[in-house]
């Protein structure tokens, strides 16, 4: 149980090209999603937490507008990269919890990653 | 702001060895979780530690938990190079109801036979 399915995998694109990213809980609800990203040899920096129907709250230094964040839903979220440059290039990893692992302190069910690069 | 540390950053050990990671944490949490990742892969969950004194082991990994010390440590019991990854460790924050985590600067353990 707990399955985080995150698309594409890896990515490459040119200068100045939108992706966007899908971040999907198939067998639970997730109430909360969380973006991070992992430049290489790196450990993981949050990027911005979103709960479902509500705006993203995004960490110091990241641009909301660059990164575009949709919890539409209870099982999917959405992190577009807009006018993505080369710097943007990045390893991106989504993870989801839901009300009932909040409870249970379970963790973070991460995604697969998806690997950006921006040429 | 929650800082988290970890010693070492990279650790190269030969199999059959123990050793102990250190996770170090800045403020007050008692929810503190380890996570491993292979290359270019995601994160795989080993242990969720949740109160003082909490030791938590699987296979040749334990993992324990001291919040006077805001310190956890990641033992390995003689190591097998199936155990070569990157290890982090990650600290809830409680002023944002324990959700949002902090991740240590990871150790990339590599096993030689």
């Known amino acids: 149980g707990a399955v985080v399915s995150q698309h594409p995998s890896w990515v490459i694109c040119k200068s100045g090209t939108s992706v966007k990213i899908e971040c999907r809980s198939l067998?639970?609800?997730?109430?909360?999603m969380f973006w991070y990203r992992q430049f290489p040899k790196q450990s993981l920096m949050l990027m911005a937490t979103s709960n479902e129907g509500s705006k993203a709250t995004y960490e110091q230094g990241v641009e909301k507008d660059k990164f575009l964040i949709n919890h539409a839903s209870l099982t999917l979220s959405t992190l577009t990269v807009t006018s993505a440059h080369p710097e943007d290039s990045s390893f991106y990893i989504c993870?989801?919890?839901?009300?009932?692992?909040?409870?249970?302190?379970?963790?973070?069910?991460f995604g697969d990653g998806t690997r950006l690069s921006i040429l | 702001e929650l800082k988290v540390e970890q010693n070492p950053l990279f650790l190269s050990m030969q199999e059959g060895k123990n050793y102990t990671i250190y996770c170090n944490y800045s403020?007050?949490?008692?929810?503190l979780y380890w996570y491993r990742q292979d290359p270019g892969k995601s994160l795989e969950s080993l242990f969720v530690l949740l109160s003082n004194g909490a030791v938590k082991q699987e296979g040749r990994l334990m993992a324990s938990l001291d919040t006077k010390a805001r310190l956890s440590t990641l033992h390995i019991t003689a190591a097998v190079h199936d155990l070569s990854a990157t290890y982090f460790c990650a600290v809830a924050s409680p002023n944002f109801g324990n959700e949002k985590l902090t991740f240590g600067t990871g150790t990339r353990l590599t096993i030689i036979p």
């Open positions: 067998d639970f609800q997730a109430t909360t």
């Open positions: 403020t007050t949490s008692d929810r």
């Open positions: 993870s989801a919890t839901d009300r009932q692992g909040k409870a249970l302190v379970q963790p973070q069910h």
